[in-house]
Every structure is written in structure tokens, then in C-alpha cells.
């Protein structure tokens, strides 16, 4: 079950040409630092066929978007991430959301 509160962090990349596996390395390697967090829940990392240099992650932490700011924020691994991928992505779109209900292994949320 997903604990509430909860927050959904929701990036869309456009990856620079010749770029793509560069960028992975960078998001495999925090996500392995998010896994390790308490307040970690799952990540999702998608990738399109038809379109190759789009990238789609899904990050679920417990807590409300100001406490991941306040702890996750601050770590320096997110920050050591954040330069190396700027220079390798023309776009990154980025939306918070509150989960309202899940199925599959999460059973349903709240509770």
C-alpha cells in the first residue's frame, strides 16, 4: 500500500543526438542512490521506440513535494546528476502530482 501523503515526480527528456546511452548511465546511477532512500517508493525509466531520444521517468517517494525538496533536494548526488545531464538533453519537462489511487503491487492507495 502507498502511504500518504505521497508524490509523483514526472520527467519527460528530449535527449540530444548520440546522447541517449550517456544520459542512462546518469539515470541509473542516482536511481540507484534514490533506492537506497526511506522515503523512495519505485521509479519507472521509459524509453519510446518511434521516438529514441525521448526518455520518460516516473519517481514515487513518500511525502509531500516540499519534503522532497527539503531532503532529496539537498542531496549531492542529485546535484552532482544535475550537471552532468544538463549538457546532455535539449528539453526536460517536469510535473508534480499527487497520487489519488493505484492498482497493481501497490494495492490500493491510502489506508
Known amino acids: 500500500m502507498i502511504p500518504t501523503p505521497s508524490s509523483a515526480l514526472y520527467l519527460h527528456y528530449v535527449v540530444k ?13 542516482i ?22 531520444l525521448e526518455l520518460t521517468l516516473y519517481e514515487l517517494w513518500r511525502g509531500t513535494r516540499e519534503t522532497f525538496a527539503q531532503t532529496q533536494g539537498t542531496r549531492a548526488y542529485r546535484k552532482v546528476y544535475m550537471e552532468a545531464s544538463r549538457p546532455l538533453v535539449d ?19 491510502g489506508g
Open 17 to 29: 543526438e548520440g546522447k541517449v546511452n550517456e544520459l542512462l548511465g546518469h539515470l541509473r546511477t
Open 31 to 52: 536511481l540507484d542512490e534514490c533506492a537506497k532512500e526511506d522515503d523512495f517508493i519505485t521509479a519507472i525509466l521509459h524509453q519510446t521506440p518511434e521516438r529514441p
Open 91 to 109: 528539453s526536460v519537462q517536469v510535473s508534480w502530482d499527487t497520487p489519488i489511487h493505484v492498482w497493481g503491487q501497490f494495492g490500493p492507495l
